[in-house]
């Protein structure tokens, strides 16, 4: 567990704080992830919906980045440190790696779409984990990116018919 290394005042206990810590920390290697594959599908999507899946893709990294501020800085404010280098991402991402051989806008959506799924199942597992060890602010940002990630993976989802 991740020991807290900032004295706060947030009155949590401190192994919920440390629980949390990790909790958050697995969470931001995901994101960060998911935001490097949809940023990696706006540079290459290619097809007859370039424009619009374009704007979409960069739509999405933009709310995931979002999604990553907030997340790496709870586990700051609990006292942890953020770690979101690229080596931990590689380490850490529970998400399968993107392939960076694709172009076609439809293998695009299908990628983006697992992974927006697996990334939301997981903020939803981590809904619960936070608000089981006593953290509501931790659970509340998990339900944000969780519905954010559903809206996405609907809308992703309605393009592949």
Do not use: C
């Not at 690229?86 to 850490?92: C, S």
């Amino acid at each position: 567990m991740a020991k807290p290394r900032i004295q706060t005042s947030i009155d949590l206990p401190d192994n919920t704080r440390k629980a949390m810590i990790d909790l958050l920390n697995a969470r931001l290697a995901d994101a960060i992830d998911l935001s490097l594959a949809a940023k990696q599908a706006h540079w290459n999507v290619k097809g007859p919906n370039f424009i619009a899946l374009h704007e979409f893709f960069d739509e999405i990294v933009t709310r995931t980045r979002g999604q990553v501020d907030e997340i790496a800085e709870r586990a700051t404010a609990l006292g942890g440190i953020a770690i979101g280098t690229t080596q931990a991402v590689n380490a850490g991402s529970t998400l399968t790696a993107y392939p960076t051989d694709v172009t076609a806008e439809k293998e695009h959506v299908k990628l983006l779409a697992e992974r927006l799924a697996a990334y939301a199942k997981n903020a939803r597992d981590a809904i619960d984990q936070a608000d089981e060890a006593g953290d509501k602010v931790t659970a509340d940002l998990f339900t944000g990116a969780a519905r954010e990630a559903d809206k996405d993976l609907w809308l992703l989802e309605s393009h592949l018919g």
